[in-house]
């Protein structure tokens, strides 16, 4: 993951935006058995690898987005944006668009902050 962060480097989100990177799927069960890639669901977690500032409220104030870096996250089965850097896929969500966070609760903001 820290070797994701630091190829990252060129591409900064703007606004609300979040960049991650799904996780791979499963191509294996439990017990050993082979799925086919026909079988393999789509995956729904990933690393948010890079945050944008935030948007704007009224005020023009600044609203954190609610990840940030490292954290991992549950997307929604549709939507985002594929971006390619150095080779790899990635996904650009707004920030609001990110349905949960599965790292430590504490860590991850709520708007009631």
Known sequence: MAAAA???????????????ERFAAETKTKSGIMLPEK???????????AVGPGSR???GKTIPPSVKTGDRVLLPEYGGTKVEIDNKEYFLFRDTDILGCFSDAEKCRTSSE
């Open 6 to 20: 630091r190829q990252i480097t060129k591409f900064k989100p703007l606004f609300d935006r979040v960049l991650v």
């Open 57 to 59: 409220n009224d005020e």
């Open 39 to 49: 079988a393999l669901g789509k995956v729904l977690d990933a690393t948010v690898v």
